[in-house]
């Protein structure tokens, strides 16, 4: 992680006397200019002898800087823990050659070097054993990675158990896209029952699908506190009388406090993955579990809604969710790692945001978050990702904007509020007169300025008829019956009323982008490759 600071006034952070609040109140704006120029994993709150906060019954005074540090101020902290330094040799399984790799490392002696071969399909690649190690007090285990090749999301999956050579894995879980010949630091939440990881003696390896004929390097494999794609929340603390602040997960109040003892004034969110080097990005450099700067609010900076999942753009002054929704109506929201929700109708999807105070973007909203995205590509492999956050691009570029939105361009189409139309004409006949001209040359159509048909020698002699169908300009109007039994449209054609969708989907190639729209879709349709995602208005 950088050694940057993000800082923040007290003012901010906490309620005070309510005259001095509002004078001293430090401006949105250069508060969040500060946060892009400060640190990845640190808060400073600032003090001032002039605010007090309130905590329960108590009033207390923060007249010096305070820092906040992810992961030491956490209210669960334990230290990290090696689980395997990948220092020594493998146990590779059958057409996998592992061997230790002295030179392409990231600490130590060595990283663990596996040699996949072109006969190999899928299922364990190789594994390692060592001494039983208590992980379960610990929330997440972190390692880096690297392959010869790009990998897509959940090709490869990380396992540990507490029986030898990982013979049922305690858990599997997917690892994130993997850029060619780039180490990445991955960080994945260990869910598996304390009881199945409080003595674990193997990890390894593990291919869900065939990854090809590459090599995959692996080191510090490691259990650690913060979380990636995470929500996290600052508290004031009255320990006994004395002002503290910790990190927690917890959305009420810190463990080892209550909410007589505790008081939400702020939050943030995490970086799901590397964003690696992105010539121009906000982000570029920022490392998995990072500090997201656009994420950070507090009591007086911050959405309408619950702000957990959301990244502020100074430029609309604004909030918008950091993933694709999952979810729906109450259960709407924006979660790294979540189910994509799809197959929701424009009305359908109005209601899942109004739910949760949010609504859906405009044109131009769009636009402003999603700068910086990448321009003209759909997601690696062409397919559908089921689950949000953490991809990369088919030029192996991470999906995300300058502010941390993710997959906003070519992964699902997300529906406007904007209003289009849509014209299709319906068929109807055409006719036109010829006239019999007995002078006329041959079997020919002729017209002359001053006449006002065509005209040819025509073997009936006579004027003809000739009937022919062409597209209607003006196709009629009629009720539609919506879904939902909630009422009707009153639309001209099969179409008429359409409503904007935006980055387009896992397929659309060069035409995704910040500024890549559909407008041919009713508001009543569904389709698997279309979702949402929500917008708040600032507090």
């Known amino acids: 992680?950088?050694?940057?600071?993000?800082?923040?006034?007290?003012?901010?952070?906490?309620?005070?006397?309510?005259?001095?609040?509002?004078?001293?109140?430090?401006?949105?704006?250069?508060?969040?200019?500060?946060?892009?120029?400060?640190?990845?994993?640190?808060?400073?709150?600032?003090?001032?002898?002039?605010?007090?906060?309130?905590?329960?019954?108590?009033?207390?005074?923060?007249?010096?800087?305070?820092?906040?540090?992810?992961?030491?101020?956490?209210?669960?902290?334990?230290?990290?823990l090696v689980v395997d330094s990948c220092d020594a040799t493998w146990t590779a399984k059958a057409n996998v050659t592992a061997t230790e790799e002295g030179t392409i490392k990231k600490e130590g002696t060595a990283s663990a070097k596996l040699?996949?071969?072109?006969?190999?399909?899928?299922?364990?690649?190789?594994?390692?054993?060592?001494?039983?190690?208590?992980?379960?007090?610990?929330?997440?285990?972190?390692f880096w990675i690297r392959s010869t090749a790009n990998l897509n999301k959940g090709v490869l999956q990380l396992v540990y158990d507490e029986d030898a050579a990982c013979a049922s894995p305690s858990q599997s879980t997917d690892i994130p896209a993997l850029k060619a010949d780039t180490w990445t630091k991955v960080s994945l939440s260990l869910s598996a029952a304390a009881a199945d990881r409080n003595a674990v003696v193997s990890?390894?390896?593990?291919?869900?699908?065939?990854?090809?004929?590459?090599?995959?390097?692996?080191?510090?494999?490691?259990?650690?506190?913060?979380?990636?794609?995470?929500?996290?929340?600052?508290?004031?603390?009255?320990?006994?009388?004395?002002?503290?602040?910790?990190?927690?997960l917890n959305s009420t109040y810190p463990s080892g406090y209550t909410a007589s003892t505790s008081r939400k004034i702020g939050g943030f969110h995490t970086l799901c993955l590397d964003v690696g080097a992105i010539s121009g990005h906000d982000l570029t450099g920022y490392e998995t579990y990072d500090v997201l700067p656009a994420s950070i609010w507090d009591l007086k900076h911050r959405p309408v809604c619950e702000p957990s999942g959301l990244v502020y753009d100074e430029a609309i002054n604004k909030w918008t969710d950091i993933y694709l929704a999952s979810g729906t109506a109450a259960t709407c929201a924006s979660v790294y790692g979540a189910?994509?929700?799809?197959?929701?109708?424009?009305?359908?999807?109005?209601?899942?945001?109004?739910?949760?105070?949010?609504?859906?973007?405009?044109?131009?909203?769009?636009?402003?978050?999603?700068?910086?995205?990448?321009?003209?590509?759909?997601?690696?492999?062409?397919?559908?990702p089921v689950?949000?956050?953490?991809?990369?691009?088919?030029?192996?570029?991470?999906?995300?904007?300058?502010?941390?939105?993710?997959?906003?361009?070519?992964?699902?189409?997300?529906?406007?509020?904007?209003?289009?139309?849509?014209?299709?004409?319906?068929?109807?006949?055409?006719?036109?007169?010829?006239?019999?001209?007995?002078?006329?040359?041959?079997?020919?159509?002729?017209?002359?300025?001053?006449e006002s048909k065509p005209n040819a020698v025509l073997g009936s002699g006579a004027d003809e008829t000739i009937t022919g169908?062409?597209?209607?300009?003006?196709?009629?109007?009629?009720?539609?019956?919506?879904?939902?039994?909630?009422?009707?449209?009153?639309?001209?054609?099969?179409?008429?009323?359409?409503?904007?969708?935006?980055?387009?989907?896992?397929?659309?190639?060069?035409?995704?982008?910040?500024?890549?729209?559909?407008?041919?879709?009713?508001?009543?349709r569904t389709h698997t490759y279309v979702g949402g995602r929500f917008l708040a208005e600032p507090l």
């Open 1 to 80: 992680m950088s050694n940057k600071k993000i800082t923040f006034d007290s003012c901010n952070f906490c309620t005070s006397l309510a005259a001095l609040s509002n004078h001293f109140a430090l401006d949105k704006r250069q508060r969040i200019a500060e946060a892009h120029l400060t640190d990845h994993d640190k808060i400073v709150i600032k003090g001032s002898n002039i605010f007090v906060l309130q905590i329960g019954s108590k009033w207390f005074y923060l007249d010096t800087d305070v820092d906040v540090t992810l992961p030491t101020d956490l209210d669960s902290y334990q230290a990290d």
């Open 115 to 142: 040699v996949i071969a072109a006969g190999f399909t899928t299922g364990l690649v190789a594994t390692h054993d060592f001494s039983a190690i208590d992980i379960s007090g610990h929330n997440s285990i972190s």
């Open 203 to 248: 990890v390894g390896i593990n291919a869900v699908s065939d990854p090809g004929a590459i090599t995959i390097y692996v080191d510090d494999i490691r259990t650690e506190m913060q979380e990636a794609g995470k929500a996290y929340y600052v508290y004031a603390c009255d320990n006994n009388g004395v002002l503290t602040f910790k990190i927690s």
């Open 339 to 384: 189910a994509i929700t799809d197959n929701r109708s424009w009305m359908d999807s109005v209601d899942d945001g109004h739910a949760v105070k949010k609504r859906l973007l405009h044109d131009e909203e769009f636009q402003s978050v999603m700068a910086g995205s990448n321009e003209q590509t759909n997601i690696f492999a062409s397919a559908d």
């Open 387 to 450: 689950t949000t956050g953490g991809h990369m691009d088919t030029a192996a570029r991470r999906m995300v904007s300058n502010i941390g939105c993710e997959d906003g361009a070519g992964v699902m189409h997300q529906w406007l509020l904007d209003q289009s139309y849509r014209y299709d004409g319906g068929s109807h006949t055409h006719t036109q007169i010829i006239t019999h001209k007995a002078g006329a040359t041959g079997s020919a159509l002729h017209k002359d300025q001053a």
């Open 469 to 524: 169908n062409a597209t209607d300009p003006a196709p009629s109007w009629a009720w539609y019956d919506l879904p939902g039994a909630k009422g009707s449209l009153y639309k001209q054609g099969s179409y008429g009323d359409v409503k904007l969708r935006a980055g387009l989907n896992w397929t659309d190639g060069a035409d995704c982008g910040s500024r890549g729209r559909i407008a041919d879709d009713s508001r009543w």
